[in-house]
């Protein structure tokens, strides 16, 4: 288990990236406080950047959408909803203390 | 081989008949061969006078000459017909002699001018061609009072023209009223008083004896003893005769006071001869109107193909227009002729409206009506007398206002198949029903389909209502939705949260909407609320909402970097901001390049370098450029008066002017600007959402243009408004597209899109018809004294300052964001590069 940062450090309804041994994890914070993390890559535009990504639900499932070309991934299991080939690794996250932990 | 078809005149008919036959596929079996009087091919003549906002003449182009000589058909322009040879079967023109087998007359009808003495001034003209208005255009550059004879339906558009053109106008009619064919004397009564309000002089029972040299002006028109008007042009309007000449020396019959008898095939006294449209008398009657020309054009061309056997059954004159501003319909028998029928009368002086119903003895049937300063009730009293409905039990309750707040207009759904909804285009409420049935469920898919709707336009409501009946019938429910989680348009919301006052998203979605939002509802409902309350858009409870180019303030690159363009107001720039921006791209490493929009952008920036960038350009007099919003761009400028030896005013001023009051303003889309010195234009305002142009006596205010993907000309709104007027117009044009178009609409799509298009738009701008100017103006005035830099406000707020970091728990860049050099620059490493450049590294 790996301290990332405080809750507080997200904005509520946005992302940060956190650096996990060598890798860009993208950590997303909901209204309510629930937290969940992804790869940061964003495979479609081969950039580092899905952390900047909005918020949101679409089919009943918890969403983030590329900030590059608005790709949706699920944020609990990775998978892209606009290509079933795809799936980003999702991490589990655990918050003590309002600190956030990998 | 192929037999010959000539087709005589190329006016709308004429084109219309053409376009028919390529339809029914009779360029199979006929070499068609077009002869055209005219200097270009048709035109479309109902427009005119529309000719006058834009001096060009393509606008009003009717034919796709391509699909011409795809078919092989011979068009020739200046080549009127000068004889007809019946016995050869030939006709003459003063080149050439052509055999025909069958024979067209499309020859329309030429403006009556009454035989008084002195007619033949120069200074006297016509309102038919092009040319014409021309010749018009010309002489009024040296004039001042214009005087149009006739005071029918063309002669009050003449004078429109005349008014816009900035004479000083005067309409002279031998009947005592306005437009008698059409309307009732009551109804000409009030017409008239709404046309003296806009400052032209009416003179009703004046009858023209002679045109003689004037004392004050050219021209003197004599109407009894003492009695006369003098004026530097005057304009013939007093009705059309047909243009039967040809046909006449060559023996077709023709009705005692003209017009070239037809059949209810179209054919003349000789088989092989057809006339259609204005030249043809069928019944002894004349049609000046262009959808019974339309009818002729289709039949002939069915009857020669032999695929149907469809009669002309005569056409309906009915008429709604917009004269001046001012809204007129007639239907049927509007003066009542008819012996023991029933009047019934609607009159509010305040509001200038006149309304008058005429029904059968029993009150059952509607045989005619008149309506003034109010038409909304046209189509559907038009559909109840056309399909002979049975009226309800009060009638009047069909033109009285709704004081109950119920509808009184028949529904579609009590309309027959039968009834005829596009006149222009023949097109019956069956088969725009099919067409729905078949998929066609938008407007456009509608017109496409049908053609209905694209001719006058004036049936576009009732098809509209037509086929979301059907729509519903089918069990189909349209929705324009902006997405799942609100089931309301971008317009409704922003109704929505204007009036409520409604100050977050989360609110917002509390209130009206659903689940937790996604990237369409977000994005949209914060630029509302910027729109609105001009907040700064990176507090916390706005920060989740913005587009990823929002919440870091910059445009986001393909590999995640971030570009940055300062304000450059109007272009103009000093050697030391330039100097700063040198600096600052060479201090962090930044590819420069001059934008499309007079300015420069730096490129390259990582996020966690933003700040410090900003740093430098705010200290340096700079202030965010808004690239990375849907939001006002740039205000392009040309040289204008100060330098250029054109320039008829300072553009440069203006543009920096304007751009500094709407810089900051959110919308539905971006917004760009230009201001040009003079009609050379090298600002290229034409093609933006709002452009100025110079002129002699103030600026020109263009709307709605669009460069980008699908190019449109700007419309002309208002000319030679003094520079408060302009901006107030702007202000109200501004906020009134914010408040009412769809997410990331741009002005040229949404004005394609509203309905009664651009004279709609002046109506609420320019006169106010909806009583929003001061509202919107008011709007406006907040957001303006609201304005705030976002970078500068961000750079001194450490809080906001925390997000410009790639990682949050590290101090590290992105080591995925690689530059190569070209160009003496940095560029984004291609994925290839990145590889071999990691393999050097280990
Ligand atoms: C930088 C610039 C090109 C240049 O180097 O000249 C540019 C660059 C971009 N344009 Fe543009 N446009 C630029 C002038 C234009 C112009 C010319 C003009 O404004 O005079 C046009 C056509 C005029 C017009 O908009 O009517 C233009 C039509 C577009 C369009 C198509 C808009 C349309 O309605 O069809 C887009 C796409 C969109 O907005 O959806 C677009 C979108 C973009 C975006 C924002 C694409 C994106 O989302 O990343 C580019 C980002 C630039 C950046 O990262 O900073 N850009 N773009 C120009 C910036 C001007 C400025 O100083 O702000
Ligand atoms: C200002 C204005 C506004 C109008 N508004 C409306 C309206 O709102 N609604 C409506 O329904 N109608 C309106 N009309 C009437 C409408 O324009 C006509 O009904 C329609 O144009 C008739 O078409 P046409 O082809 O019969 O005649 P035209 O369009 O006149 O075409 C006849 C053509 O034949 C050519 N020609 C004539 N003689 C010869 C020859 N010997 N050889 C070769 N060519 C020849 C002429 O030069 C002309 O080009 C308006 C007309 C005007 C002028
Ligand atoms: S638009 Fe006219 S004033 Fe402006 S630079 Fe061009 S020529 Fe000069
Ligand atoms: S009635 Fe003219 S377009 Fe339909």
């Known amino acids: 288990m790996q ?14 990236c956190a650096l996990y041994k060598d890798k860009q994890i993208a950590v997303f914070r909901l209204a309510d406080n629930r937290i969940f993390a992804l790869d940061n890559y964003d495979p479609f535009s081969q950039a580092n950047v899905l952390s900047r990504g909005i918020l949101g639900d679409l089919d009943n499932q918890v969403v983030v959408a590329s900030p590059i070309h608005k790709q949706h991934f699920n944020l609990e299991s990775g998978q892209c909803l606009e290509d079933e080939k795809i799936k980003l690794t999702s991490y589990a996250v655990i918050i003590k203390e309002g600190a956030v932990y990998l | 081989m192929k037999k010959r078809l000539i087709v005589v005149g190329h006016g709308m008919v004429g084109h219309h008949f053409v376009c028919q036959a390529i339809t029914l596929g009779l360029t199979e079996q006929y070499q068609i061969t077009v002869l055209s009087a005219e200097p270009r091919p048709a035109y479309d003549r109902v427009q005119l006078t529309r000719y006058f906002d834009t001096l060009n003449a393509q606008d009003l182009n009717l034919v796709d000459t391509d699909i011409y000589s795809e078919k092989n058909i011979q068009l020739l322009l200046n080549t009127p017909v000068t004889a007809i040879d019946r016995e050869q079967k030939q006709v003459h023109t003063e080149q050439d002699i052509f055999d025909f087998d069958i024979l067209i007359l499309a020859t329309g009808s030429y403006p009556f001018v009454p035989n008084v003495p002195g007619h033949q001034d120069p200074r006297c003209f016509v309102y038919r061609t092009i040319e014409d208005l021309d010749a018009i255009i010309a002489a009024a550059k040296t004039s001042q009072v214009g005087v149009v004879v006739g005071g029918g339906l063309l002669g009050l558009e003449a004078a429109k ?50 045109i003689e040299p004037g004392i004050e002006h050219p021209l003197r028109m004599k109407f009894g003893e003492d009695q006369f008007l003098e004026a530097d042009l005057i304009v013939f309007s007093a009705g059309i005769r047909p243009q039967d000449q040809l046909a006449k020396t060559c023996g077709l019959t023709l009705g005692e006071r003209g017009g070239i008898r037809i059949n209810d095939y179209c054919q003349t006294s000789d088989p092989t001869i057809y006339a259609i449209g204005e030249c043809a008398l069928w019944q002894n009657r004349i049609f000046g109107l262009v959808a019974p020309g339309y009818q002729m054009a289709t039949i002939a061309a069915q009857h020669l193909s032999g695929v149907e056997n469809k009669k002309f059954e005569g056409a309906d004159m009915s008429t709604k227009l917009k004269l001046m501003g001012v809204d007129v319909g007639s239907i049927g028998d509007a003066h009542g002729r008819a012996p023991d029928s029933q009047h019934i009368f609607y009159q509010n002086p305040q509001k200038g409206i006149y309304k008058k119903l005429v029904t059968s003895v029993d009150g059952k049937q509607l045989l005619g009506a008149v309506l003034i300063g109010d038409t909304t009730d046209y189509s559907n009293l038009l559909q109840l007398y056309l399909n002979n409905m049975t009226l309800p039990e009060e009638p009047e309750g069909l033109i009285l206002p709704s004081l109950s707040g119920k509808n009184n207009a028949l529904g579609v759904a009590a309309l027959p198949d039968t009834a005829q909804i596009c006149s222009c285009y023949n097109v019956n409420k069956a088969t725009l029903c099919s067409a729905v049935r078949e998929g066609a469920h938008s407007l456009t898919d509608i017109k496409n389909c049908t053609s209905a709707s694209t001719g006058c336009g004036g049936c576009t409501q009732l098809v509209k209502d037509i086929m979301q009946h059907e729509l519903k019938q089918l069990g189909i429910t349209v929705n324009n939705h902006l997405c799942s989680h609100f089931s309301y348009t971008r317009q409704e919301l922003y109704h929505l949260i204007r009036v409520e006052e409604l100050k977050t998203f989360d609110q917002v979605i509390a209130q009206h909407g659903r689940g937790l939002g996604c990237d369409i509802c977000k994005p949209t409902v914060a630029s509302i609320l910027a729109s609105c309350w001009n907040d700064y858009i990176l507090k916390t409870e706005h920060a989740g909402l913005q587009d990823s180019n929002d919440y870091f303030l910059g445009n986001i690159q393909k590999d995640g970097s971030y570009s940055v363009v300062p304000r450059v107001p109007g272009g103009e720039i000093t050697p030391d901001k330039l100097i700063v921006l ?149 202000d109200r044009f501004l906020m009134f597209y914010i ?47 609201t304005y705030q830099c976002e970078w500068k406000t961000t750079i001194e707020d450490p809080i906001r300052l925390k997000r410009f970091t790639h990682f949050v728990n590290s101090k590290r860049s992105d080591d995925n964001i690689v530059f190569v050099q070209e160009r003496q620059q940095i560029r984004p490493a291609t994925q290839t590069e990145k590889a071999q450049l990691s393999s050097l590294e280990v």
């Open chain 2, 161 to 210: 023209a005349l008014t816009t053109l900035g004479l000083n106008t005067h309409v002279v009619e031998f009947a005592p009223q306005l437009m008698a064919v059409q309307i009732d004397a009551q109804g000409g009564d009030l017409l008239r008083k709404k046309i003296e309000a806009l400052n032209v002089k009416v003179h009703t029972q004046k009858n023209t004896q002679c």
């Open chain 2, 739 to 785: 408040r009412t178009a769809d997410r990331l609409q741009r002005t040229s799509v949404w004005l394609e899109k509203l309905e009664g298009g651009l004279d709609y738009l002046r109506k609420v701008i320019i006169d106010d018809s909806l009583g929003l100017a001061a509202q919107l103006e008011t709007e406006m005035a907040n957001i303006i004294g």
């Open chain 1, 3 to 16: 301290y990332l940062c405080q809750l507080d450090d997200i904005v509520p309804n946005t992302g940060v």
């Open chain 2, 582 to 730: 040198g600096e600052v791209a060479k201090q962090f490493n930044l590819y420069t390049k001059i934008t499309g929009g007079q300015r420069v952008d730096l490129f390259g920036a990582r996020v966690e370098q933003l700040p410090a960038i900003w740093r430098m350009l705010v200290d340096a007099g700079f202030e965010t450029g808004h690239a990375y919003g849907k939001a006002v761009r740039t205000v392009k400028s040309c040289v204008g008066s100060t330098w250029c030896r054109y320039g008829v005013d300072d553009s440069v001023g203006l543009a920096i002017e304007v751009e500094n009051r709407y810089k900051g303003l959110r919308s539905p889309h971006k917004i760009k600007m230009a201001v040009s010195g003079c009609t050379r234009e090298c600002a290229e305002a034409q093609s933006k959402d709002v452009g100025v142009i110079a002129t002699e006596h103030g600026w020109n205010l263009y709307v709605c243009g669009n460069g980008g993907m699908r190019p449109r000309h700007a419309d002309l709104l208002a000319s030679d408004l003094d520079k408060e007027t302009l901006i107030r117009y702007v």
